[in-house]
């Protein structure tokens, strides 16, 4: 099993920025890629950022998100600059165990709010 803990998430203006942590812990050999989706009210989950042997983005974050990964730190980052107020949602982050395809969540943390005010 693999646990998920995310922080990071509040309230920003436009323009602005913040950084999304999420840390794994348990059994983190079987976890080959790592990333974050966001859900909108009313919208369906979206996928944001992966990393695992490739690096992924949405189009409507690309040049503005940056997903990094520490490894002594079982962590994975989502940098978020250029905030617009379309970014709001609530942003999970996600594991694919071995074997998943890289953008299937097997794990998923607690969600953390974005809200960026224009």
């Known amino acids: 099993q693999v646990q998920l803990v995310e922080s990071g998430g509040g309230l920003v203006q436009a323009g602005g920025s913040l950084r999304l942590s999420c840390a794994a812990s348990?059994?983190?050999?079987?976890?080959?890629?790592m990333g974050w989706y966001r859900q909108a009210p009313g919208n369906q989950r979206e996928l944001v950022a992966a990393s695992g042997g490739t690096t992924h983005y949405a189009d409507s974050v690309k040049g503005r998100f940056t997903i990094s990964k520490d490894n002594a730190k079982n962590t994975v980052y989502l940098q978020m600059n250029s905030l617009k107020p379309e970014d709001t949602a609530v942003y999970y982050c996600?594991?694919?165990?071995?074997?998943?395809?890289?953008?299937?969540?097997?794990?998923w943390g607690q969600g953390t709010q974005v809200t960026v005010s224009s």
């Open positions: 996600y594991a694919a165990r071995r074997g998943s395809v890289w953008y299937e969540g097997d794990f």
């Open positions: 348990g059994s983190i050999f079987n976890i080959h890629a």
